[in-house]
């Protein structure tokens, strides 16, 4: 019977095709639209995790000043190279740490300049970073100790400045600063938040503090803890020290701020899976849409074949027959809606991740959910004009013109 039903479902759609593809038309836009809104959104989830990934390994930053939100912080001490040698020394779970202190510098070169941020630092900064040298070589311990007058250029800083040229053993200034350059690093790209990583010049920390700054301050510190090392017990141990370090009572709040990369991570991803659900929420209206398209054409295919009814109700087929025929020509109608936007689905993905620049990332589960979606809204947009046809009375039915 299901098979009978199946053929003259073909037959009614094959009769008529433009009607039918007008019908799945609403079906196939909510299909493709969920499942491309899902899509993109899990592509962006996955280039959030693995930008931030990249920035270090259970990486804790920590900063003078409290939040105060809009980007504001309150006005607090800087940090000072004993509290670095301090965590170095007391925290356990410490495999890395590079004290940064950075400023806006332009930097020139022959008739090129480009502004850009010069950040005083050592080479633990490349470990805590997973930054790789794409040519050259790190800083020696003489230049670190003395304050030599090299540098690191970034991808950007290196593409801006020297374009095809091999920038090794040239001379740029930094400012007033005039320094050789021993290296370029790899490209990490735009950073989550737009911010390109790559646009920075890295010199040794004493250089930066007597030759730029003018004095001893530390603005930031990266901390990389060990694999297998609770980043949450060594964040807890951090504040322990320096508040000890930075003479804070009981009774006040911390001068300073200690920010896990997993926590921003998680609170990143979670708000693209929001926004995605929302998406695709919003786009999965317009399957009801397509259902109701597909219940209004059945109600019309139900009135122009009453008399087909009542001949088959006359001759001896069952309500629940006549009920399966209709029944099976709007899921049919839906399927072949459904798959027709799964194929429309997966071209209009694989384009919007190209145009985003975001990983195009296929979930199978969101593919197959939305087809038996699709499937659904046949059945239940398709049950009440075949129930319609199935209780038709035989005798009115042969007499409609």
Same mark, same amino acid.
């Given at each position: 019977?299901?098979?009978? *039903? ?8 094959? %009769?008529?095709v433009?009607?039918s ?7 196939? @836009? ?5 499942i ?12 959030v995790? /693995? ?12 900063t003078?000043?409290q939040?105060?939100g ?20 007391e925290?356990?779970a410490?495999?890395? &740490? ?17 502004? #850009? ?6 080479? +633990? ?17 003489? /230049?670190?100790?003395?304050?030599? *007058?090299?540098?690191?250029?970034g ?9 095809? +040229? ?6 740029i ?7 050789q ?12 938040i ?11 920390? %004493? ?5 730029l700054?003018?004095?001893?301050d530390?603005g930031?510190i990266?901390?990389?803890? +060990? ?6 017990r060594? /964040?807890?141990?951090?504040? !322990? ?15 300073? #701020? ?5 926590? @921003? ?25 397509g ?7 059945m ?9 087909? &009814?009542g @001949?088959?109700?006359a001759? =001896?087929?069952l309500?629940? !027959?006549?009920?399966? +025929?209709?029944?099976?020509? *709007? &899921?049919?109608?839906s399927?072949? =809606? ?25 979930n ?5 959910v939305?087809?038996?979606f699709s499937?659904?809204v ?16 035989p ?7």
């Open positions: 019977m299901l098979y009978n *039903a199946f053929r003259l479902a073909l037959h009614e759609i094959r %009769r008529n433009m009607r593809l007008l019908t799945i038309l609403g079906v196939v @836009i909510g299909v493709a639209a969920v491309t809104m899902v899509t993109i959104g899990g592509g962006a989830t996955v280039q995790t /693995e930008q931030i990934a990249s920035l270090g390994t259970n990486l804790l930053i920590i003078p000043g939040r105060m809009m980007g504001q912080r309150a006005a607090a001490p800087p940090f000072e190279m004993d509290d670095v040698d301090a965590m170095g020394r925290i356990g410490v495999a890395a &740490i590079a004290p940064i202190s950075s400023r806006p510098v332009t930097t020139i070169f022959g008739n090129a300049n480009w502004s #850009t941020t010069v950040m005083g630092t050592d080479n +633990q900064y490349l470990k805590v970073g997973n930054w790789a040298l794409e040519m050259g070589r790190e800083f020696t311990d003489s /230049e670190l100790r003395a304050g030599g *007058a090299v540098c690191i250029l991808a950007t800083v290196r593409r801006e400045l020297f374009g095809n +040229q091999d920038a090794l053993g040239s001379k200034r930094l400012g007033k600063l005039s320094c350059v021993i290296g370029s690093l790899h490209s990490k790209g735009q950073s989550t737009g911010r390109d990583r790559d646009d920075a010049v890295l010199i040794p920390l %004493r250089t930066f503090q007597r030759r700054a003018g004095n001893q530390i930031l990266q901390v990389s803890i +060990q694999r297998g090392a609770s980043t949450a060594a /964040e807890q141990d951090i504040k !322990e020290l320096m508040r000890k370090r930075r003479h804070i009572s009981a009774s006040e709040d911390d001068d300073f #701020t200690v920010m896990d990369l997993k926590d @921003i991570t998680k609170m990143l991803t979670g708000t693209t899976q929001v926004l995605t659900g929302l998406l695709g929420a919003v786009a999965a209206v317009s399957l009801l849409v259902g109701i398209g597909i219940m209004n054409i109600l019309v295919s139900v009135t122009e074949r009453t008399r087909e &009814i @001949i088959r109700l001759v =001896g087929a309500e629940r !027959e006549v009920l399966t +025929q209709f029944l099976v020509e *709007a &899921i049919v109608l399927s072949f =809606g459904g798959a027709a936007g799964v194929v429309l689905a997966l071209v209009a993905s694989v384009l919007a991740a190209k145009a985003l620049s975001v990983p195009f990332v296929l199978v589960g969101i593919v197959i939305g087809f038996l499937v659904g046949g059945v239940v947009f398709g049950y009440f004009p075949a129930r319609k046809a199935a209780r038709m009375d005798i009115e039915a042969l007499r409609h013109e």
